[in-house]
């Protein structure tokens, strides 16, 4: 299926930056707005989801990956997308999914994939936990229960904790995978080094070069210093 050469997967664990960095790469005049607006809003607990891409629907959800082949990530594709895709443009559509996701794509011809990875997973993960699980309460747990048929029927602290386990031990494929199947059209991005102060221009500037796109460097610098203002410090 050839889509122009236009599609960029962002492959990520939730908590792991991939909303932030796909509106900073928004900025570039390359790559296709979801919205018209360059506003990034960033929650006073670190989330950038307030005005997060929705090209394709549900394709980031861990448990959707298990369902994944081309006749579900054509029926995720939203009207949004579609109106962009008859347009006469060669702009990239930058868009998220689950690492897991990644090796059934093969059909999307020339697809290129950034995945993110970390120096230190549980610090990321408790971002996750911070922004997705935390303020959704008691349904996030029912809903993990019955996505991973985990098989309880109860959720006091003790069902919780071993959710939460569970959610943190999900396996994910091995990068090698990855790898081995998109070769060149691969962008391995540690956020550890593109949030770090001294190393974030350096990042930012090959990931530009690995997409062809304008960089913005002062306005992504500043955005990125607002995530980190409200990141939790425990790590």
Request: charge should be neutral; glycine fraction near 4%; aromatic fraction near 12%.
């Amino acid at each position: 299926m050839n889509f122009n050469n236009r599609l960029v997967a962002i492959s990520y664990r939730g908590g792991f930056g991939g909303t932030l960095l796909s509106k900073i790469l928004e900025l570039s005049p390359e790559v296709a707005r979801y919205t018209e607006s360059t506003e990034i809003k960033i929650s006073n607990f670190g989330d950038a989801h307030y005005n997060a891409e929705k090209w394709f629907v549900h394709m980031h959800d861990d448990y959707q990956a298990t369902l994944t082949d081309k006749t579900y990530f054509l029926n995720s594709m939203s009207l949004r997308l579609k109106q962009e895709l008859e347009k006469d443009s060669k702009k990239l559509i930058i868009f998220r999914i689950h690492p897991n996701m990644t090796e059934k794509l093969d059909f999307v011809e020339d697809l290129r994939i950034i995945h993110i990875y970390s120096n230190n997973d549980l610090q990321y993960l408790r971002y996750g936990y911070e922004k997705i699980i935390k303020p959704q309460g008691d349904q996030v747990y029912i809903r993990f229960n019955r996505q991973r048929k985990l098989g309880f029927d109860i959720f006091d602290e003790e069902v919780k904790r071993k959710i939460l386990i569970d959610w943190i031990n999900e396996k994910v494929f091995p990068v090698e995978n990855i790898r081995n199947q998109y070769k060149n059209n691969l962008f391995e991005l540690n956020i550890s080094d593109f949030l770090d102060p001294s190393q974030t221009e350096s990042s930012y500037t090959r990931l530009c070069n690995f997409l062809s796109i304008t960089e913005c460097t002062k306005k992504s610098t500043e955005i990125i210093k607002e995530y980190l203002v409200a990141q939790p410090t425990r790590f």
